[in-house]
Structure formats: C-alpha cells, structure tokens
C-alpha cells in the first residue's frame, strides 16, 4: 500500500511515518513538504493509496474535493484541529476517509490505515486482471470472457469479477443470467467517492456463486460519466477483492479502454482464422508493442477454429507476431443455443468442445506459477 504523508512540518512528516513505518507492514510511505492549501501539486503525479494532509485547514475543503475528484482512487486521512459536526459532515462530502485529532497518537493512526485497508478490501492484491478483447467485431470475446468467468468460479471455486467494458452497447449479463442489473459501470463511476468493496459488490450481479458480475451502461450515452481514473480505482478494489478480475474491453483504443491494459496481468486478443481478423489482430498487437507491453502477457485466442482452415495457426502467429494461448473450436449451433438461453455452456453442453477449451483455459490460468508448464506460458503470471 503506497502512503503519501504531507505537512508543512518536516518533524511532525518523520513522526507520522515512523508511526507506519514500526509496524513492519508492507507500506511504501514517503513525505512531502506542502502547506494545506497546496494538495494538488503536492501529489506531483503519483497517485498514492493513502494521502495523510496534517494541520488541514478546514478552509482548504474545496481544493481537498479538487484532489477526490481527480483522484477517486485516493483515500484521504485529514489531521485537523476542527472536530466539528459541520466539518466532518463536509469532509464526509468531499471524499474523507479518516478525520484525526491535532497530534494523532500512533495508535489512532494506524488505526485510521487499517480501517482503510479493510474497505478497500484487506491487504490482499494478488488478484489476477485478464483482459479479453475483439480483434474485431463478432470475434465473440464477450461469449468466451462471461464462459471463462463461469468455469473458473464453478468448476475451480475461485472468486471472479466480471467487468464489462464495452461502454457502447455493453450486453456481457445476458450471456449468463437473466437477471437485471440493479445498477452499472456507468452509475458507480458517478459515485466514485463511495467506492469501496461493499460498494462495488453492492452494484454487482451475483451470477453464481463466486462469480459477480458489473454490468455495462445500460444507455449508451451516459459512457461518458466513465473516467480512465474510476476504471483504475474500481480494478484496484476489485483486484483486492477477487481471485481474477475478467475485463471484457470495447473495440476503441481511448484511455478508458487502455487503462485494463495497462493493469493487465494478460492480454487476450480474440481473433478467428479470416483476412479481417488477422488484420485487426496485426494492428491491435502494433498498438502494445508501441506502448510498451511485454509480449509475454499477451496470447491470441482463435475463436470458431476448424482444423482444416486454408490459413493455419502458424500463420497467424507469423503474422500478428504474437504467440498462440489456446484454440476454442467451431460448435456454432451450441453456442448459439448458449447465447439464446443466457445458460453458461458449460452447464448446458458439459461435453461440448467448445466447454472443454474453456475447461482448458481455465486450469492453465488458475494453475499456480510453479506448476504451470515451462515456457511462455509458465510465466503466465510471473513477469
């Protein structure tokens, strides 16, 4: 967890971090030299967990909003003198986490921290991001991302998050429920500030069990309420939250689309053995390569595969120049009945082959490091 401690006080700075720091907690803290008035600049570009703004100015509530705002994956801790019910409830407003007293004892604070820690989740971060998207239109990644989010909760009792990213016309839940959504991407990103692991299950489909579902907008219009910095806080507490987060991406390349990349432990491009499609896929891998992507964590996917196709797995890879994770093959009429009945397929076809590459997928990415096969693949997770 990554703690920015700011006071205009470099005595009461060290103090603060010693008070973290003597617990032997796996916390990266550093300090910085700012008056209260001064929060923007004093984060400088790098987006803490934890900001600790010690003798805040309650006049300054306005700025520290600012900061919330731009920042929503910002938990703030204010040490003030002004304990009122009036400043609290506006602290509250703008984003307040944690309000301490003048001179906090170490006890308060760390206290404060690990109040904090529990809503964002607990300490844990090993969830694994996977990141599914189309190398174009029909490539049916939202089939193979709702499929795989299945198999890995029911058959391998993991707990798995599917975000659906697909900002336009996102339909990620029909594939596998036909439940309604109560709520959507759209609307937790216009709550940001409550954003914590209640919050973003709270907004969830509960699909089955272990496995939660985040719906896309429902009107395609409110897309724009979607922020690259809420994707960034909504994967980190989801990331903390669940085994493996499961991003289905959108066909745009924007910042908010980029954002799962960035996080990714690894990239899966679904791609199907046609011109079109190579094509895509060639441009989409040039785009990672250019933004500086190890290519270890990304494996093309090749959906509706059929063994005698004219253009062979070794030519895609020669020319995407990007290596092959896994083949799903062609079963077109059971896959369609799947889509039709909003039934995982998996629990409708157990003995599809189509259910069997999903199985295939699933153990290769649940499978721990150090039993993973040698090879690219065994550094799956490891990079």
């Known amino acids: 967890?990554?703690?920015?401690?700011?006071?205009?006080?470099?005595?009461?700075?060290?103090?603060?971090?010693?008070?973290?720091?003597?617990?032997?907690?796996?916390?990266?803290?550093?300090?910085?030299?700012?008056?209260?008035?001064?929060?923007?600049?004093?984060?400088?570009?790098?987006?803490?967990?934890?900001?600790?703004?010690?003798?805040?100015?309650?006049?300054?509530?306005?700025?520290?909003?600012?900061?919330?705002?731009?920042?929503?994956?910002?938990?703030?801790?204010?040490?003030?003198?002004?304990?009122?019910?009036?400043?609290?409830?506006?602290?509250?407003?703008?984003?307040?986490?944690?309000?301490?007293?003048?001179?906090?004892?170490?006890?308060?604070?760390?206290?404060?921290?690990?109040?904090?820690?529990?809503?964002?989740?607990?300490?844990?971060?090993?969830?694994?991001?996977?990141?599914?998207?189309?190398?174009?239109?029909?490539?049916?990644?939202?089939?193979?991302?709702?499929?795989?989010?299945?198999?890995?909760?029911?058959?391998?009792?993991?707990?798995?998050?599917?975000?659906?990213?697909?900002?336009?016309?996102?339909?990620?839940?029909?594939?596998?429920?036909?439940?309604?959504?109560?709520?959507?991407?759209?609307?937790?990103?216009?709550?940001?500030?409550?954003?914590?692991?209640?919050?973003?299950?709270?907004?969830?489909?509960?699909?089955?069990?272990?496995?939660?579902?985040?719906?896309?907008?429902?009107?395609p219009a409110h897309s724009v309420d979607v922020k690259a910095e809420h994707v960034e806080a909504i994967l980190k507490v989801a990331r903390a939250n669940f085994d493996f987060v499961i991003v289905d991406v959108g066909r745009s390349l924007d910042a908010v689309s980029l954002q799962p990349f960035d996080m990714a432990d690894m990239i899966f491009p679904v791609v199907q053995l046609t011109l079109p499609f190579i094509r895509e896929a060639k441009r989409l891998v040039e785009v990672f390569v250019s933004l500086g992507y190890p290519m270890s964590k990304v494996g093309l996917i090749v959906n509706r595969h059929l063994k005698n196709s004219e253009i062979s797995v070794a030519d895609l890879e020669r020319t995407v120049q990007a290596k092959l994770f896994k083949t799903v093959p062609n079963s077109y009429d059971t896959v369609a009945a799947s889509v039709n009945q909003g039934e995982p397929i998996a629990r409708l076809a157990k003995n599809s082959p189509v259910t069997k590459a999903l199985r295939e997928i699933a153990e290769s990415i649940a499978a721990e490091p150090e039993k993973a096969s040698r090879g690219w693949l065994s550094r799956l997770f490891t990079h």
């Not at 006080?9 to 803290?29: F, K, P, V, Y």
């Not at 429920?177 to 709550?191: I, M």
């Not at 509960?206 to 939660?212: I, K, L, Q, T, W």
Request: proline share 5%; net charge negative; hydrophobic share 45%.
């Open 1 to 219: 967890m990554k703690i920015r401690i700011l006071s205009d006080s470099h005595e009461n700075a060290e103090r603060l971090r010693a008070s973290l720091a003597g617990t032997g907690s796996s916390m990266d803290i550093a300090v910085g030299h700012a008056t209260s008035s001064e929060p923007l600049g004093a984060v400088n570009g790098s987006v803490p967990d934890i900001v600790v703004l010690d003798a805040f100015d309650p006049a300054d509530i306005a700025a520290l909003e600012t900061l919330t705002l731009r920042f929503p994956q910002i938990d703030p801790i204010v040490i003030t003198g002004d304990t009122s019910s009036d400043f609290l409830l506006r602290a509250l407003r703008a984003g307040v986490r944690e309000v301490l007293p003048g001179t906090p004892t170490p006890e308060a604070l760390l206290g404060a921290v690990a109040r904090i820690r529990v809503k964002r989740g607990g300490a844990s971060t090993d969830g694994k991001i996977l990141a599914l998207t189309s190398c174009k239109g029909g490539s049916g990644a939202t089939f193979l991302a709702t499929n795989l989010a299945w198999v890995l909760a029911a058959a391998h009792g993991k707990r798995v998050a599917l975000i659906d990213l697909n900002l336009q016309f996102g339909d990620a839940a029909m594939y596998v429920t036909d439940q309604k959504p109560a709520s959507n991407l759209a609307l937790v990103c216009q709550q940001i500030h409550r954003l914590d692991a209640a919050f973003l299950t709270s907004a969830m489909i509960e699909v089955a069990p272990g496995f939660h579902l985040l719906a896309a907008p429902d009107d």
